[in-house]
């Protein structure tokens, strides 16, 4: 079974226009994350949640607003898509509180292209 | 800007040879961390040292820590084609009450056959 899914895999879509990208993660992990990998492999953070809670928040437009409808799921919506949004957005997640270190379980990616 | 920079930035070596990889980090760090990435996967956590350990091993991977030099490295020994992919570094600074974790420029290793 996929320990962290996203969907869609690859999303390719017009400037201006809105997405989402799903996130799950069956290992009962108490912390989820965005990041986002560029075209040169730099993988940078964007978000965390931990039990739905919003926990980090990095420079990020405001255009981008994850949701957390519970612990296994964090989706993110991206409003008014630009050129530079073309990118590789990685899920993870990881249990800190248990057990104190952060090690981060990443699903496959989705490929964003804005045309 | 990045936390953790690495060396090389490409690495090219014949099948059976060790490979190093190092990582250079900026400010004070609770535990790093190394991570495989196979071209168009996810992340795979490799293994994490603790900022009070000096050495690690599991399997064909050894991991040293210098926190005095702020730097770690990666050796994969008897490297395969299989190991061909990236490699980061990821530091966690505990900053932020949640140990958020910053990943490094990686390190393109190929393996060849």
């Known amino acids: 079974d996929t320990a962290v899914s996203q969907t869609p895999k690859y999303l390719v879509t017009q400037m201006g226009n809105d997405k989402s990208i799903k996130c799950e993660q069956n290992?009962?992990?108490?912390?989820m994350y965005w990041y986002k990998q560029d075209s040169k492999k730099f993988l940078k953070i964007m978000f965390s949640?931990?039990?739905?809670?919003?926990?980090i928040n990095e420079t990020v437009p405001n255009r981008f607003s994850p949701k957390s409808p519970d612990k296994a799921h964090l989706n993110l919506h991206i409003n008014s898509l630009e050129l530079g949004d073309s990118a590789v957005y990685f899920c993870a997640s990881s249990q800190v509180l248990r057990t104190g270190y952060n090690e981060q379980f990443f699903g496959p990616g989705t490929r964003l292209t804005v045309l | 800007s990045q936390q953790g920079e690495e060396d090389p930035q490409a690495l090219s070596i014949q099948e059976g040879e060790n490979a190093t990889m190092n990582c250079s980090y900026k400010t004070s760090i609770n535990n790093l961390q190394w991570y495989r990435q196979n071209s168009g996967r996810g992340l795979v956590h490799l293994i994490l040292i603790r900022s009070n350990e000096r050495e690690k091993h599991s399997g064909r991977l050894r991991v040293t820590l210098d926190t005095s030099k702020k730097s770690s490295s990666l050796l994969i020994t008897a490297s395969r084609a299989a190991d061909t992919a990236s490699y980061f570094c990821?530091?966690?600074?505990?900053?932020?009450?949640?140990?958020?974790?910053?990943f490094g420029t990686g390190t393109k290793l190929q393996v060849i056959p």
């Open positions: 990821a530091t966690d600074d505990g900053s932020g009450g949640y140990q958020k974790v910053t």
């Open positions: 290992l009962g992990h108490d912390t």
């Open positions: 949640y931990n039990n739905k809670e919003l926990i």
